[in-house]
């Protein structure tokens, strides 16, 4: 509950990208602890688990995913698998003062400051203060992995 929005966010990329430390699949697990009940859900259904699933074995499943190698893989940067990046939080988390809120985080190349991911983080909190996922928006910017169908425009508005 002490953690802002950001430092929250902070967290978790930094789980996920020395996923191992201190524990093995402590990164992934920590990911799925802090999602709400719809976004857990949602995760455990991309790697095939269930709704109920143990989260100690989903998390190994969820490491497993997210590491598969480049280049097809463009979730891969998370785990150190890609380009290197830093991240950046153009603005101020969006608080709606209802109990949820917003806040843009970017995946910069470390080297030469190129934009390579926009996320969006839409978070719920809970009644003691703490802050849950409740989903990210991804928008990738690498040539290999450019927005589909209907973001094309989006993509060329942000450049």
Known sequence: PAFTVKQLIQEIMDGLLHP???????????MLRTATKDWRKAILHSIG???DADLELAAS???????RLPPKNQFAILVGEGENYELDFPSEPLDFDD?????ECRLRDKETGGLLVIT???LRQREDGA????SI???DFRDQFRPGIGREEWMERTH
């Open 20 to 30: 191992y430390d201190p524990l093995p699949d402590s990164g992934f697990r920590l």
């Open 49 to 51: 688990a269930s709704d």
């Open 61 to 67: 499943a969820l490491g497993v995913a997210i590491g």
């Open 99 to 103: 109990g949820t809120c917003w806040v």
């Open 120 to 122: 969006g983080w839409d």
């Open 131 to 134: 802050w849950l996922v409740n």
């Open 137 to 139: 928006d991804w928008q």
